[in-house]
Structure formats: C-alpha cells, structure tokens
C-alpha cells in the first residue's frame, strides 16, 4: 500500500476544481503521488486508511501547487545587473548575451537549482523553463538533473538560437548553432528525458528562441518534429513592439499570423507575452486553443506594455502566469507574479478588470492547461499531489481574513509554509528540504562573479 500523507483541516482549502470549489475545514488525503479523497480528516481515514503522517492546515489556505508556464532558470546569474538594469527588450539582450556566452555546465545545474527552490518556497510545483543557448559544452541534460534533485515539476524546453547578427538576428553569431545539429538534439533530449505519462515528472518541449533568432525553416521544422514526438511548443511572441516590427518587415505578417502560417497553433503550443497581440491574434490563439503564458513583472520591468489579458480571458485562450526571466524580473515568486498581474490590469482605469481569483486560476489550473496538461493544477481526487500551503494567520495578513483566499493576492504575498510536489513535502513549515540553501546561495554567487567578471 502506498504511504499516505493527511493536510488536515485547511483554513480554506481552494480546490480550483468546479465541482469542488473553495471548502472550509477540509482536508486533503494524499497516497503515493495521488490525491485519494477531499472532505472531513476523520472520514476520509475511515473510507482509505490511516495517515502515516498528518501536516496540521488550521492556519493555511491551500491551493493546488502553482505553475509556471515561463522561465529561464540560467538568468539567476545575472539579476540587477548593471548596464542592464534600465534597457528594453533588445538593448537588454545584446549586453547580456556576450556575458551568458560564458556560461558552463557546473553554471547551469546551479542556476537551475536555485530557481528552482524559489519557486518551491513560493509554493510553484511545476515549472517550464527555456533554455535556449548552449555554449562551453551546455547542455539540457544539466538543467533536467538539477531540476529532479530540487524536486521540481519540470517541462524543460530545447531552445536554440540559429540566426546571428550577420543573418540580420540579434543574438552573435557565436551562440547560434547549427539548425540540423538543433533538431538532432531536440530529438536526442526527447528520446532520453520525455514522460507522456500521468504525473511526469519531466517532460520536455521544443522552444526555438523567438522569430527574431531563428529561421522560417528552423520554426516550421521543429513544429513538424514536435508533431511526430507528441510534444509541445514553445517560443517568445509579440513581446515588444520592437518585435512586431521586425516580423513584419521581415516576414511580411504579424507575429501571430506568421506563427499559423508555420503551423503554429493548437493546443500543444504557449507563447510567452503576447503583449503587443492584436485582437485578430487574440481571436486565433482562442479558436485554436493556443496558450499564453502572462509575465507582467518582466513586462513591467523592461517597458514591454501590459498584455491585453482581459480580451485575450473573454475570448477563451487558455493564459497562465511565467516568472519570466530571472535577470528581466528579477525574482520567481508566483505568488507575487499573480499579484502584479492583477494590478497591472487595473492600471488602464478598471478596478475590476481581473479578479484575485481569476489570477490565482490562471497561477493554477489556466497555467497548466497552457502546458497542455491535465495532471496539475487543481485537487481533486486522482489528480496529481501537488499542493502549496500558505499561512495566513501572521500580521501580513490581519485584518484580510473576511476572505483568505483573495488575501494571497491583495496582501504582501507569502512564502509557502507547505509544498508537496508528486505526493512528496519538499517545503516543511517554510525551509525547503530537498537542497541545503546555506552552501548553494554562496556556490551560485562565486559561479555569478566568474560569470559577469567581477566581485561578489
């Protein structure tokens, strides 16, 4: 029998599951890496078993665990950079990448990991990060080991740069690769790392960076492969304005159309921002079933614009929340990604544009239907056992408990005091027990100083 582990009498337990919905008192009965029953502790023991351990809720609200539909892990070497720190979109990427063409092996194991423990100590579960170069021997197998010692949900996704500054990209030419070389490494990464299976814990999709950094051929032959692998898609869309320019000077189309026009869309494909998409775009990602993955502190962050969430929720695409890169945010707290992306929202002159609700869905269930998956994102019994505790009996939220649910969203957000990931508690009353933070925080900082060239 599989070990069993009992969240006992959630303040509020927010199940993101309609025939569920937001239930006071209720427990959640996890067994193996499944959830077996919600509903009273002691019946629920009564109808599958005894508890071998049972974690006190009295104090939390709990949610399904959050998912974050965009990142770029490697970049936690590179936040507040100076020179960077006040550039759009293209500046900030022609000075960062001469620094990431130092990047190593040793580099990204540790940079994924420490991402990877802030999003588990803010309560994310699942995570899909892009990581598109692959300079001094780099590879996707580093990121995906590192990912699975942190204890992290992983969609890794095989990014690649092919189209330098002498072919009229922006990336140099010394970080793109070849475009066949590419597509035998997607293939290889998917044979050795992809799970299709319930409850993967990695899985792995295929992201060339952006159109301004690959070719034609490049997207529509990944999107052919992905196809025959049965695995999704990922690339950057329409983030600036900067970007639409380019797709239209050089491709003749705007980026939405340019993407249908290399097939694409559907379901099995996100696209992070999405800030600068026309409302023709909008109503094709909708018909579609193409996800979007919101990221409003880097949007914020590098002047992008605000995303047209709102239209884009009415016209029924499928938008989830990303941390976005670690050096363009600079944090990875998706707590506070919901935050922002509430009032972001706002800012235009609504107060009602979009709800605490509405972004702790798409931090939950909206962020894992992006991802196309159906496994996460909401508790419900046989769903996966994800789960983020987050106590709300503190200071910062006094005052806020006439509806805990939204005060995750409304007041300063917090840490998570539980995080089950596959039915395993990888954060136990806020101290994360999968990685030792006292001797990574200072190995990823001496590996940042040799990376930028400085001090510590």
């Known amino acids: ?110 940079s994924t990991q420490v991402a990877a423990a802030e999003l588990l100590l803010s309560g994310c579960t699942t995570a899909a990060d892009h990581l598109y170069l692959y300079p001094n021997g780099c590879t996707l197998d580093d990121a995906i080991e590192a990912a699975g010692e942190a204890g992290l949900r992983f969609v890794a996704t095989r990014g690649a740069l092919s189209v330098g500054e002498s072919q009229g990209g922006l990336p140099p030419d010394s970080l793109c690769e070849d475009e066949e070389a590419i597509l035998l490494d997607m293939e290889r990464v998917v044979g050795r790392h992809h799970d299709a299976g319930f409850a993967a814990m990695t899985q792995v999709a295929l992201a060339p960076c952006s159109p301004f950094s690959v070719s034609r051929d490049l997207m529509r032959e990944t999107a052919t492969l992905a196809r025959r692998l049965k695995v999704g898609l990922h690339t950057h869309l329409a983030e600036t304005g900067g970007d639409v320019a380019y797709s239209r000077e050089r491709f003749g189309r705007t980026p939405a159309e340019y993407a249908e026009d290399l097939g694409w869309t559907g379901p099995d494909v996100w696209f992070a921002h999405c800030v600068r998409l026309d409302p023709a775009g909008i109503n094709l990602f909708g018909r579609t079933g193409t996800g979007v993955a919101h990221c409003p502190c880097s949007n914020m962050r590098l002047g992008s614009g605000i995303a047209p969430v709102r239209a884009m929720l009415d016209a029924g695409v499928k938008v989830g929340l990303g941390v976005d890169g670690s050096a363009s945010n600079d944090g990875g707290h998706l707590l506070g990604e919901a935050r922002h992306a509430m009032l972001l929202a706002r800012v235009g002159g609504d107060p009602a544009a979009l709800s605490a609700r509405e972004v702790l869905r798409m931090a939950t269930r909206e962020g894992a239907a992006a991802l196309n998956r159906d496994d996460v994102g909401r508790l419900a019994p046989g769903m996966a056992a994800d789960v983020a505790a987050f106590r709300v009996d503190g ?51 001496r590996l940042a100083a040799r990376l930028v060239g400085g001090g510590a």
């Open 395 to 445: 200071i910062a939220h006094a005052g806020a408990l006439h509806d805990p649910l939204a005060s995750l969203v409304f007041c300063r957000p917090a840490d998570a005091w539980y995080t089950v990931v596959d039915g395993r508690v990888v954060v136990r009353e806020g101290r994360l027990t999968t990685l030792d933070p006292s001797t990574l925080v200072p190995a990823h900082n």
């Open 1 to 110: 029998m599989p070990d069993r582990l009992l969240l006992k009498d959630c303040r509020l337990l927010a199940t993101m599951d309609e025939g569920l919905g937001e239930l006071r008192g209720a427990s959640v009965l996890i067994a193996g890496n499944r959830i077996e029953g919600i509903g009273d502790a002691a019946e629920l023991e009564k109808a599958f078993g005894p508890a071998g351990e049972t974690l006190d809720m009295t104090g939390c609200v709990v949610l399904p665990g959050l998912v974050n539909a965009h990142h770029h892990f490697f970049q936690t070497l590179t936040r507040a950079l100076p020179g960077a720190q006040d550039a759009e979109l293209f500046d900030w990427l022609k000075t960062l990448y001469p620094i990431w063409a130092g990047l190593t092996p040793e580099m990204v194991r540790v």
